[in-house]
């Protein structure tokens, strides 16, 4: 039977503290039947039914107790059962309130979510990730220690937010990692993001983990620990910053291509029937030619494309 039910929603129910409760009152139940059935010589439907007005605590009509043992029996029951039932109660309420609570700050269910990602820490980097996976209508979740930020997060967006340590299997697991696509560690020290990737890795080890580093000489340690792609804000900037000194254009061009909506301009990579050609046999407007790492602008009709360039195309 508990085969059969493996990994059903009967058995998940009945393990969790409102199923322990529910087995403890059946068995109580079946308890009281029996007791009734043999000190007051009932028969199996008249101690049912003995027993439901005991727990029911409505009073007695045509069937009581008669003898001695029977009222202190019934009696202990009386007193059992309503002990029991308040601590019932208890427990459904405090998960009520705990749910209130949880709606209060925006954290909501992750058992539906999936393919999702997920993103630690929501500062300034953490911002800019969920405003630009918003507009590509990605599904997240976000994880945030600060419980004011949390709050803030919840009251002001609609978003998924968790609020805890992003380095601790139980806060993953809310955030629904089993599930998740991709998980971004976006937190302010090199450490936490170590320990949240392996985190994340020993929990589902097909994840792809992005993380990023403030100190350059902790890049490599992210790899070595399974991180799938690490990112330095700083060396990003510096050569975004060291391109535009040679090519004016370069941050406009980047936000077009990464950074806006523009749907008429993409980045492809040069097709090999197309090794040797010019530009003119594109048929699209070619904006620019990204080759051995440096961009070509305005190249000419007449200009040769060769293996391994990547063209910018404008629609």
Not at 71 to 100: C, D, H, P, T, Y
Not at 212 to 221: G, I, Q, R, V, Y
């Amino acid at each position: 039977m508990i085969r059969y039910f493996k990994n059903k929603s009967l058995l998940k129910y009945l393990k969790s503290r409102e199923g322990k409760i529910l087995v403890v009152i059946f068995g109580f139940f079946i308890l009281e039947v029996n007791a009734f059935a043999y000190i007051e010589k009932l028969t199996v439907v008249d101690a049912i039914y003995f027993t439901i007005v005991t727990l029911g605590t409505v009073g007695y009509g045509d069937i009581h107790p008669t003898s001695t043992l029977g009222r202190i029996f019934a009696s202990l029951f009386i007193i059992v059962n309503i002990m029991i039932l308040a601590f019932f109660v208890g427990q459904i309420g405090e998960r009520l309130i705990k749910q209130k609570i949880e709606e209060v700050l925006g954290i909501e269910r992750m058992e539906e979510i999936e393919d999702h990602i997920i993103i630690c820490g929501y500062g300034r980097i953490g911002k800019v990730i969920v405003s630009e996976l918003k507009e590509m209508k990605s599904k997240f979740v976000i994880v945030e220690l600060n419980e004011t930020l949390t709050k803030i997060i919840s009251e002001t967006t609609d978003y998924n937010v968790i609020l805890g340590d992003a380095r601790k299997e139980d806060i993953l697991k809310k955030a629904g990692i089993e599930k998740a696509r991709i998980i971004i560690t976006a937190l302010n020290e090199d450490s936490d993001n170590v320990f949240t990737a392996i985190t994340a890795k020993s929990m589902n080890d097909k994840i792809r983990i992005i993380s990023t580093a403030a100190n350059l000489e902790n890049m490599d340690k992210l790899y070595k620990i399974g991180v799938n792609q690490v990112v330095s804000p700083q060396v990003v900037t510096g050569k975004i910053l060291a391109h535009s000194v040679n090519i004016p254009d370069f941050l406009t061009l980047i936000d077009r291509i990464f950074l806006s909506n523009d749907e008429n301009i993409c980045m492809v990579a040069l097709k090999e029937d197309l090794y040797g050609k010019s530009v003119k046999d594109i048929g699209d407007e070619v904006f620019a030619i990204v080759r051995d790492n440096k961009i070509i602008r305005n190249p000419g009709a007449e200009d040769l494309l060769h293996k391994g360039d990547k063209l910018i195309i404008v629609h």
